[in-house]
């Protein structure tokens, strides 16, 4: 499929965008006016959408947000499991010039509450199933919300007919949090140019994504790796996307794609790994898979080479961020080293420098740092953070790599003490406040640590307050307490008690030496 007219890449893979445009015309409406109308856009267990009726309901929700008295510029929050409707709020926003901030579905009260009070939005739209965590934090920072149910209902009686509201390509579109080690989480603030480009880079040129492809992300949309997956790639080209709204679980996964037979499927590591057990006990159909992606957290080669011999694909592993937006080196078919992230995405340029910001010697790690078309301009309300993460036009990942002698690119762990857990962003500090609420404790620290499939899971280290005991009725009481208070994917996987924590001498827990 050709590109959208009026959009173009230069020789060395530089967007070219309309001075004024608005990018839900080529993501969403462009599809009517080339024929693909009666198209399929959205498969689910209960519904199918239509490219029309996609395109209608894109109109009548950006007409009912702007009726609720939503301006161009305010933030909508849409804590939205994956369904339909995440795409018709997210598309209508955009569409009506407002600004969709699309969180993690799996917070808590206190972190949601945070979310509206610093994003400012104008209204929260939820999903019934997160009312629990979603209304006390509504208790505590008053803003206008509706859950999706009540949203489209008042969407059906709206207008059908909404202008675009034109911006320059560097205009702020849509926002995505990040979470960082110490301090709350940062509002990447990404604009109207940056999906254009991480579909077309990374999704068509890179992956060969196409109009004939149907695409499953077990991958949930609210995270960077899944909104790219499950909506904007399949939207860019004319595919369609699979959407399931359940925990994803071996059995809900090989079901979907049995059922669907999409062409792309999308996961992460923390999930590869038990659907591997779970090929071990049955074999499962695999046949209308092309091929499978996977990022969040490094692909160990192991869970590549088991992969491939049990379901004849492979998979192709990248790293990308929710600064970048999406993967920025990758594997391809065409061209793929197991247990490396692959190479630089054409488009992209990547770095890896010493501390003096001075490139390293090839084989040596390093910081990586890249440059991206698709990087988010700036956290909202974080000028030092911003600052630091992006300088001169480059984005600091944070992470240390090294390229081996055909220049594939090696990940050699975080710069800094965060984990990832099943590819989502877990902050030490917060886990160990966690434990430090419970009576018995005086002091923790959480690091990473492998487990049976070389997959990072939290790991607590507890210093007890005097006289209390070490034992394993007080370690599923603090594993229960961080289940109950953190995402629950937080929780330390294992507790191993010891008499003090490794400190530097103003006192800041030694993490990496625990690592060690
Ligand atoms: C780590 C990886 C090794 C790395 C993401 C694809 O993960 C995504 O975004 P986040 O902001 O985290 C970014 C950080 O995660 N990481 C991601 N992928 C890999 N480490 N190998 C990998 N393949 O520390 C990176 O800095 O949550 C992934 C697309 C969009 C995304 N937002």
């Excluded at 488009?347 to 040596?364: C, F, N, S, T």
Aim: hydrophobic share 40%.
């Amino acid at each position: 499929m050709t590109l959208p007219a009026g959009i173009s890449f230069s020789a060395n893979q530089r967007v070219v965008l309309p001075a004024r445009f608005n990018v839900a015309v080529p993501f969403i409406d462009r599809h009517l006016a080339e024929g693909r109308g009666n198209k399929l856009a959205i498969r689910t267990l209960s519904e199918d959408v239509t490219y029309v009726q996609l395109a209608e309901r894109v109109n009548r929700t950006g007409s009912a947000l702007l009726a609720l008295g939503l301006k161009p510029g305010d933030r909508l929050m849409m804590v939205v499991k994956d369904c339909p409707g995440f795409f018709y709020l997210f598309w209508g926003a955009i569409k009506a010039g407002i600004v969709p901030v699309p969180p993690n579905t799996l917070l808590r009260a206190a972190d949601y509450a945070y979310l509206f009070e610093d994003s400012g939005c104008g209204l929260v739209v939820y999903s019934q199933e997160f009312a629990a965590e979603i209304e006390p934090a509504l208790k505590q920072v008053p803003v206008k919300a509706l859950t999706v149910d009540a949203f489209l209902a008042k969407m059906a009686s709206a207008s059908d007919q909404l202008e675009a509201r034109l911006a320059a390509p560097t205009d702020d579109c849509f926002w995505l949090y990040s979470s960082g080690s110490t301090g709350r989480p940062k509002g990447a603030v990404h604009l109207q140019r940056d999906m254009v480009v991480t579909s077309e880079l990374y999704g068509v040129r890179v992956l060969g994504v196409r109009e004939s492809d149907v695409s499953y992300s077990a991958a949930k949309l609210f995270f960077a790796y899944g909104l790219g997956n499950g909506m904007t790639f399949p939207l860019w080209t004319g595919g369609t996307a699979i959407l399931d709204d359940r925990r994803p679980t071996p059995d809900t996964t090989f079901e979907i794609i049995e059922r669907f037979k999409p062409t792309l499927y999308y996961g992460v590591p923390a999930l590869y790994a038990p659907q591997l057990v779970a090929l071990d006990k049955a074999r499962r159909d695999f046949s209308s898979v092309r091929a499978c992606v996977s990022a969040g957290e490094a692909l160990p080669a192991e869970i590549f080479r088991r992969w491939k011999e049990k379901t004849g694909t492979i998979i192709l592993d990248g790293i990308g961020s929710t600064e970048a937006l999406h993967i920025f080196i990758a594997n391809s078919l065409a061209d793929h080293r197991p247990g490396t992230s692959g190479r630089p995405v054409p488009g992209y340029e990547a770095q890896i420098l010493d501390e003096h910001r001075k490139p390293v010697a090839k084989g040596e790690s390093g910081r990586l740092w890249i440059r991206a078309e698709s990087a988010a301009k700036y956290y909202w309300n974080k000028p030092e953070k911003t600052a630091e993460t992006m300088v001169d036009g480059w984005l600091n990942t944070g992470d240390t790599y090294r390229q081996d002698e055909d220049g594939y690119f090696i990940y050699d762990g975080r710069s800094d003490d965060m984990l990832k857990v099943g590819g989502i962003w877990c902050s030490p500090v917060e886990i160990e406040n966690c434990l430090i609420g419970h009576t018995a404790v005086l002091e923790a620290a959480i690091v990473g640590q492998a487990d049976e499939n070389e997959l990072v899971k939290p790991k607590a280290y507890v210093v007890l307050k005097p006289g209390q005991d070490a034992g394993e009725s007080l370690t599923t009481e603090l594993m229960s307490l961080c289940r109950s208070t953190l995402a629950p994917y937080k929780y330390p996987r294992w507790v191993e008690y010891v008499p003090e924590l490794p400190k530097t001498a103003t006192g800041k827990i030694q993490r990496f030496k625990l690592r060690a």
